[in-house]
T-cell receptor, first 111, second 116 residues
Framework: KNEVEQSPQNLTAQEGEFITINCSYS?????LHWLQQHPGGGIVSLFM???GKKKHGRLIATINIQEKHSSLHITASHPRDSAVYIC?????????????FGKGTKLSVKP | NAGVTQTPKFRILKIGQSMTLQCTQD?????MYWYRQDPGMGLKLIYY???????DKGEVPNGYNVSRSTTEDFPLRLELAAPSQTSVYFC???????????????FGAGSRLTVL
């Protein structure tokens, strides 16, 4: 079993829809990251959170430490949101600097 | 701001050849990382460095070497390339005071390597 599981693997939405991507993990974490990988391949960090909720524009990330679960929400989705969204967790054990990455959720938003 | 710069963006190698992927950051970050991304898999850590002169192995270090002579540069060397090293490689960096993944990563644009 992977230590970081994302669902769904693929997601197709119509422009304007509310989108939710889920991330579950099985290890104790110091922080959880949400990353966006553009179709061209570049990766940018969207959020880093260890509790509660963060919001940036149309993106909202939440985390429930007790349930070991995080969600990334996109409100009023747009075709430019089409990308792969990656969840990653930092852990207290293991080699320093090692994040455990999920396999990503590929989002396609149709106009 | 340049951030993290990787070169080359694309490269095709023959089995047994060697090459170096270059990574430079201009943010004065002490912590730098090399990851590989294979299709359908999460990123895997190859090597990392916590400062000039200090490097350590990550999860998948075999077939690679690194050096960190300056804060800015963290090159990844592939010796005797093998088809299993066909992948997309990402360099990344974080600020000081790294605490087990609790710092935001800044990634380079990636380098797509094919070994034939």
């Amino acid at each position: 079993k992977n230590e970081v599981e994302q669902s769904p693997q693929n997601l197709t939405a119509q422009e304007g829809e509310f989108i939710t991507i889920n991330c579950s993990y099985s290890v104790g974490i110091s922080a959880l990251h949400w990353l966006q990988q553009h179709p061209g391949g570049g990766i940018v960090s969207l959020f880093m959170l260890s509790s509660g909720k963060k919001k940036h524009g149309r993106l909202i990330a939440t985390i429930n430490i007790q349930e070991k679960h995080s969600s990334l929400h996109i409100t009023a989705s747009h075709p430019r949101d089409s990308a792969v969204y990656i969840c990653a967790v930092g852990t207290y054990g293991g080699s320093q600097g090692n994040l455990i990455f999920g396999k990503g959720t590929k989002l396609s938003v149709k106009p | 701001n340049a951030g993290v710069t990787q070169t080359p963006k694309f490269r095709i190698l023959k089995i047994g050849q060697s090459m170096t992927l270059q990574c430079t950051q201009d943010m004065n970050h002490n912590y730098m990382y090399w990851y590989r991304q294979d299709p359908g898999m999460g990123l895997k850590l190859i090597y990392y460095s916590v400062g000039a002169g200090i490097t350590d192995k990550g999860e998948v270090p075999n077939g690679y070497n690194v050096s960190r002579s300056t804060t800015e540069d963290f090159p990844l060397r592939l010796e005797l390339a093998a088809p299993s090293q066909t992948s997309v490689y990402f360099c990344a960096s974080t600020e000081d005071s790294f605490i087990s993944g609790a710092n935001v990563l800044t990634f380079g644009a990636g380098s797509r390597l094919t070994v034939l």
